[in-house]
């Protein structure tokens, strides 16, 4: 029962830091609740599930399950982000049309037109989504095989996964290696 105990205890650990990692994303989101419900409750029904049993086999697969509900959590929380970007782009460009309509009229009444731009207003800054990278895929995408058997292949591999990251990174995504 120890084993158990043990393997119990370390898969608590490990999906405890799963649902904190998502909490403390929706936190950065500012997401509303039903969000949140979605993205963390089948993490907390794993956590719950690996408490009551004692099998091993079955904590193993909890765990591993959590895995997963933690990137359907990241692509929920990532969609939000996303549709709070183009929010902010929307309003953006309506203050801008707004103004080049102001200017347009104001032209037509011959009216002097100010030069300076209205000062756009700053919005919140919109939280980051979060992009898993698989070293693997890369791998499979840069070279030849499944082994990197030349210092070319690991060049090669290197600039793929390196441009992957950069790429990320300036689209104001934070990555996970997975």
């Given at each position: 029962?120890?084993?158990?105990?043990?393997?119990?205890?370390?898969?608590?650990?490990?999906?405890?830091?799963r649902i904190?990692?998502?909490?403390?994303?929706?936190?950065?989101?500012?997401a509303p609740a039903d969000i949140s419900n979605k993205a963390l409750r089948p993490l907390q029904l794993c956590r719950e599930r690996i408490e009551k049993t004692n099998s091993i086999p079955q904590i193993f697969s909890e765990q591993s399950e959590a895995g997963d509900h933690e990137e359907n959590a990241n692509e929920l929380l990532n969609d939000f982000i996303e549709q709070q970007r183009k929010q902010v782009e929307n309003e953006q460009r309506q203050r801008a049309l707004e103004y080049e309509r102001q200017q347009a009229e104001a032209e037509k009444a011959?009216?002097?037109?100010?030069?300076?731009?209205?000062?756009?207003?700053?919005p919140a800054p919109?939280?980051?989504?979060?992009?898993?990278?698989?070293?693997?895929?890369?791998?499979?995408?840069?070279?030849?095989?499944d082994f990197i058997e030349s210092t070319a292949e690991v060049d090669d591999y290197l600039y793929a996964l390196r441009e992957q990251?950069?790429?990320?990174?300036?689209?104001?995504?934070?990555v996970r290696i997975k």
């Open positions: 029962m120890a084993l158990v105990e043990n393997k119990r205890a370390h898969a608590l650990i490990r999906v405890d830091e904190e990692r998502i909490n403390q994303a929706l936190a950065e989101a500012s011959g009216k002097t037109v100010p030069q300076s731009v209205p000062k756009p207003v700053i919109v939280a980051k989504r979060t992009v898993t990278i698989d070293p693997k895929n890369v791998m499979k995408h840069s070279i030849l095989g990251l950069i790429a990320a990174v300036k689209s104001g995504d934070r």
